[in-house]
């Protein structure tokens, strides 16, 4: 005991030093936080001061130590009470930290309801399998889905114990009215997309479920649109920020409940938004969005591909800016556009954007970003890429570059951005502080790209041609 308090300045110091060092250590090998610190100013603020604190406390200690040997008893007095005010916050606040964006109290899984995923699989009429995906809060096992269409039903049962319960509806036809239902619940009903005629697609990006900023009545009335049959969506694409931090399991929770509404009749995919994987928001975006079994290259996840007939969609990861591009994704993305037949529709989605209008905000450039437009776009300027659809920057614009239209959708819910001051060379159209998503139609070689506001009135229309 007499040893503790003799050396307590030393030890409390090397704590110190040493919870900040493991917090920083973990947190900087978490998914995103490497672009948390390059795009946002305040955190690298943030964890500037923290590896300050944790230095200052190593040397104090080190300096504590020194004078010790040289028995200077002031020097000591008063260098012991610094590193005792020092080391303080250094003890509590990293494992604070880490409990809270680490979701080490957080629950596996919580409850989520059903919703028809599109897969990367296509079946043998041309279409994605779809899947019906729900958790469960507790491990269980014996849920049945009974599926069909006009001709007959079909059941499946669960067999193995499970928080993540997929059923798998395979080999599809197209323009085909189906329905579906878990054990003895709501009958629930979807109709597959048309391979010979129009293919009509919803993208949108941006909610922030749990952000005290995000309108969720303008995003349950852009849901109720998409999932209203009379406006004939075939598919929805949600393109990140789904939530405000997705290391809190609620928010997710919230999510899927509010989008069940869409999700539940209208086949939905998902990409990585930077909030979503935000330090441990990964596993639960990987879990909830991208449950394994989904697509054929069972290791990629982040990125993935969907055919429908002639057009293909291919979904990447890219949340920051381009730091989670990496080698492996740039060969899976070329590989996928090498494959492309040249006359087939080809759409890329990701969060993040290329071109775009916008502001200076928070020691990072919102707008044109370089990075992604030198380390990406050469590759949809090769293969000729169709249209790009991206979030992140919550606003609305159409612009096009090298041939290729790149449509920002980031207003789904998430805090408007200001006015752009700065308006992109390449900008077609452009808004701001609007609440809406973006409503795509093919049809043989022209494409009708409308942004729709939570009224469903169209903000602004442009049909196009392919790029060729
Ligand atoms: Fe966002
Ligand atoms: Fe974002």
Same mark, same amino acid.
């Given at each position: 005991m007499n040893y503790?308090?003799?050396?307590?300045?030393?030890?409390l110091a090397l704590l110190g030093a040493f919870f900040i060092t493991s917090f920083l250590i973990w947190a900087l090998s978490q998914h995103a936080t490497i672009g948390l610190l390059r795009v946002n100013g305040f955190y690298k603020l943030v964890f500037l001061a923290f590896g300050v604190l944790g230095l200052i406390l190593l040397a104090a200690g080190l300096c504590y130590l020194w004078i010790k040997t040289k028995k200077n008893i002031r020097g000591n007095c008063w260098l012991s009470a610094l590193i005792i005010i020092l080391s303080i916050p250094a003890i509590i606040v990293p494992p604070l930290a880490f409990s809270f964006v680490g979701g080490i109290f957080s629950a596996a899984f919580v409850d989520t309801p059903p919703q028809?995923?599109?897969?990367?699989?296509?079946?043998?009429?041309?279409?994605?399998?779809?899947?019906?995906?729900?958790?469960?809060?507790? +491990?269980?096992?014996?849920?049945?889905?009974?599926?069909? /269409?006009?001709?007959?039903?079909?059941?499946?049962?669960?067999?193995?114990? &499970?928080?993540?319960?997929?059923?798998?509806?395979?080999?599809?036809?197209?323009? &085909?009215?189906?329905?579906?239902?878990?054990?003895?619940?709501?009958?629930?009903y979807f109709s597959t997309p048309?391979?010979?005629?129009?293919?009509?697609?919803?993208? +949108?990006?941006?909610?922030?479920?749990?952000?005290?900023?995000?309108?969720?009545?303008?995003? +349950?009335?852009?849901?109720?649109?998409?999932?209203?049959?009379?406006?004939?969506?075939?598919?929805?694409?949600?393109?990140?920020?789904?939530?405000?931090?997705?290391?809190?399991?609620?928010?997710?929770?919230?999510?899927?409940?509010?989008?069940?509404?869409?999700?539940?009749?209208?086949?939905?995919?998902?990409?990585?938004?930077?909030?979503?994987?935000?330090?441990?928001?990964l596993n639960n975006y990987l879990n909830y969005c991208v449950p394994e079994g989904l697509d054929e290259d069972a290791e990629a996840r982040l990125w993935y591909r969907i055919d429908i007939g002639s057009t293909h969609i291919l979904v990447m990861d890219v949340e920051w800016s381009a730091e989670t591009y990496t080698k492996a994704q740039a060969e899976w993305l070329e590989q996928q556009l090498q494959s492309i037949p040249e006359d087939?529709?080809?759409?890329?989605?990701?969060?993040?954007?290329?071109?775009?209008?916008?502001?200076?905000?928070?020691?990072?450039?919102?707008? /044109?970003?370089?990075?992604?437009?030198?380390?990406?776009?050469?590759?949809?300027?090769?293969?000729?890429? /169709?249209?790009?659809?991206?979030?992140?920057?919550?606003?609305?614009?159409?612009?096009?570059?090298?041939g290729v239209k790149y449509a920002v959708c980031g207003a789904f819910g998430g805090l408007p951005e200001p006015e752009p001051v700065y308006i992109s060379p390449f900008s077609l159209w452009e808004t701001a502080n609007q609440y809406a998503f973006t409503d795509i139609v093919i049809d043989g070689d022209a494409c009708t790209l409308t942004f729709r506001d939570y009224n469903f009135n169209a903000l602004y229309t442009l049909t196009f041609d392919q790029n060729r």
């Open positions: 503790i308090k003799r050396h307590a300045p030393e030890i028809l995923m599109m897969t990367g699989i296509t079946g043998k009429y041309g279409i994605p399998d779809i899947a019906v995906y729900f958790t469960t809060g507790e +491990a269980v096992s014996g849920y049945t889905l009974t599926w069909g /269409d006009d001709s007959g039903n079909t059941t499946l049962t669960e067999n193995k114990k &499970t928080n993540q319960h997929m059923f798998i509806l395979n080999d599809l036809k197209p323009d &085909t009215r189906y329905h579906y239902r878990i054990d003895n619940g709501q009958i629930a048309s391979t010979s005629g129009q293919l009509h697609i919803a993208v +949108a990006s941006d909610v922030h479920y749990g952000s005290e900023n995000a309108k969720n009545d303008m995003t +349950a009335k852009m849901l109720s649109e998409i999932a209203d049959p009379a406006n004939g969506f075939d598919m929805f694409f949600f393109i990140g920020d789904l939530v405000e931090y997705g290391f809190i399991d609620n928010q997710w929770e919230e999510a899927f409940n509010s989008f069940n509404m869409a999700t539940s009749v209208i086949p939905t995919r998902y990409a990585a938004g930077n909030h979503d994987t935000l330090f441990s928001g087939d529709w080809t759409i890329v989605l990701s969060h993040g954007f290329y071109y775009a209008s916008g502001q200076y905000s928070n020691g990072w450039n919102w707008y /044109d970003n370089e990075e992604t437009i030198d380390k990406i776009t050469p590759l949809f300027n090769a293969y000729k890429v /169709d249209l790009v659809c991206s979030g992140h920057l919550h606003n609305l614009g159409l612009l096009e570059a090298n």
